[in-house]
Protein backbone atom coordinates (compact mmCIF):
# COMPACT_ATOMS: atom_id res chain seq x y z
CA UNK A 1 0.00 0.00 0.00
CA UNK A 2 1.25 3.58 -0.85
CA UNK A 3 -0.72 6.14 0.79
CA UNK A 4 -0.51 9.82 2.04
CA UNK A 5 -2.68 9.08 5.02
CA UNK A 6 -0.84 8.37 7.85
CA UNK A 7 0.26 5.26 9.22
CA UNK A 8 -1.25 5.27 12.21
CA UNK A 9 -4.39 5.18 10.43
CA UNK A 10 -3.65 2.50 7.63
CA UNK A 11 -1.24 0.67 9.77
CA UNK A 12 -4.13 -1.11 11.01
CA UNK A 13 -5.91 -1.58 7.41
CA UNK A 14 -2.57 -3.05 6.23
CA UNK A 15 -2.36 -5.62 9.02
CA UNK A 16 -5.96 -6.49 8.91
CA UNK A 17 -5.87 -7.72 5.45
CA UNK A 18 -2.34 -9.40 5.27
CA UNK A 19 -0.58 -6.31 3.78
CA UNK A 20 2.94 -6.85 5.10
CA UNK A 21 4.65 -3.03 3.39
CA UNK A 22 2.95 -0.10 3.72
CA UNK A 23 4.61 3.40 2.44
CA UNK A 24 2.21 6.16 4.19
CA UNK A 25 3.10 9.27 6.14
CA UNK A 26 4.95 8.74 9.33
CA UNK A 27 3.39 11.99 11.49
CA UNK A 28 6.09 13.60 13.57
CA UNK A 29 5.82 13.73 17.54
CA UNK A 30 7.26 16.33 19.59
CA UNK A 31 9.79 14.70 21.75
CA UNK A 32 8.75 17.02 25.18
CA UNK A 33 5.51 15.35 25.24
CA UNK A 34 4.86 12.34 23.08
CA UNK A 35 2.10 14.62 20.84
CA UNK A 36 1.99 14.58 16.94
CA UNK A 37 3.82 17.79 16.12
CA UNK A 38 1.38 18.37 12.62
CA UNK A 39 3.64 18.05 10.36
CA UNK A 40 5.33 14.97 9.03
CA UNK A 41 8.67 13.03 9.64
CA UNK A 42 10.78 12.60 6.44
CA UNK A 43 9.28 13.10 3.04
CA UNK A 44 5.19 12.99 3.37
CA UNK A 45 3.83 9.95 0.83
CA UNK A 46 2.51 12.58 -1.17
CA UNK A 47 2.31 13.33 -4.74
CA UNK A 48 6.25 13.16 -5.82
CA UNK A 49 6.76 11.97 -2.21
CA UNK A 50 4.89 8.88 -2.92
CA UNK A 51 8.13 8.04 -5.65
CA UNK A 52 10.51 8.94 -3.85
CA UNK A 53 9.34 6.89 -0.51
CA UNK A 54 9.05 3.67 -3.61
CA UNK A 55 11.99 3.72 -4.81
CA UNK A 56 13.68 3.72 -1.25
CA UNK A 57 11.93 0.84 -0.24
CA UNK A 58 12.80 -0.76 -3.38
CA UNK A 59 16.45 -0.01 -2.99
CA UNK A 60 16.31 -1.27 0.49
CA UNK A 61 14.94 -4.27 -0.95
CA UNK A 62 17.89 -4.16 -3.61
CA UNK A 63 15.67 -3.70 -6.17
CA UNK A 64 14.30 -1.02 -8.75
CA UNK A 65 11.66 0.16 -11.29
CA UNK A 66 13.35 -1.77 -13.88
CA UNK A 67 13.17 -5.03 -11.70
CA UNK A 68 9.59 -5.84 -12.71
CA UNK A 69 8.27 -6.71 -15.82
CA UNK A 70 5.10 -5.00 -14.88
CA UNK A 71 4.03 -3.01 -11.91
CA UNK A 72 0.18 -1.36 -10.96
CA UNK A 73 -0.71 1.21 -9.28
CA UNK A 74 -4.35 2.26 -8.49
CA UNK A 75 -5.68 5.52 -7.17
CA UNK A 76 -8.89 7.90 -7.36
CA UNK A 77 -7.02 11.18 -6.89
CA UNK A 78 -4.61 13.21 -9.69
CA UNK A 79 -2.47 13.74 -7.11
CA UNK A 80 -1.27 10.39 -7.94
CA UNK A 81 -0.60 11.33 -11.04
CA UNK A 82 3.18 11.20 -10.71
CA UNK A 83 3.49 7.64 -9.49
CA UNK A 84 0.65 6.40 -11.82
CA UNK A 85 3.44 7.75 -15.05
CA UNK A 86 6.04 5.15 -13.37
CA UNK A 87 4.12 2.04 -13.36
CA UNK A 88 3.33 -0.06 -16.68
CA UNK A 89 -0.38 -0.67 -15.59
CA UNK A 90 -1.80 2.43 -14.19
CA UNK A 91 -5.56 2.19 -13.37
CA UNK A 92 -8.12 4.86 -12.19
CA UNK A 93 -10.72 3.71 -9.78
CA UNK A 94 -13.93 6.27 -9.08
CA UNK A 95 -11.48 9.01 -10.20
CA UNK A 96 -11.97 12.29 -9.29
CA UNK A 97 -12.50 14.70 -12.67
CA UNK A 98 -9.18 15.71 -13.56
CA UNK A 99 -7.78 12.31 -13.26
CA UNK A 100 -10.73 11.25 -15.13
CA UNK A 101 -10.01 13.68 -18.27
CA UNK A 102 -6.26 12.31 -18.15
CA UNK A 103 -6.85 8.87 -17.70
CA UNK A 104 -8.87 9.73 -21.12
CA UNK A 105 -6.21 11.22 -22.79
CA UNK A 106 -3.59 8.92 -21.90
CA UNK A 107 -5.42 6.04 -22.59
CA UNK A 108 -5.87 4.37 -18.65
CA UNK A 109 -8.14 2.26 -17.53
CA UNK A 110 -10.66 3.57 -15.73
CA UNK A 111 -12.98 1.07 -13.16
CA UNK A 112 -15.51 1.84 -10.80
CA UNK A 113 -16.02 -0.24 -7.15
CA UNK A 114 -19.69 1.60 -6.58
Request: glycine share 12%.
Amino acid sequence: IVTATNTFVTGPIARELGIPHLIGTVPAVNLKNGAFSGGPRGTPAFRDGKIERVEAWLESLGLWWGSFEESFFYSDSHNDLPLMGKVTTPIAVDPDDTLRRHCGEAGWPVISLR
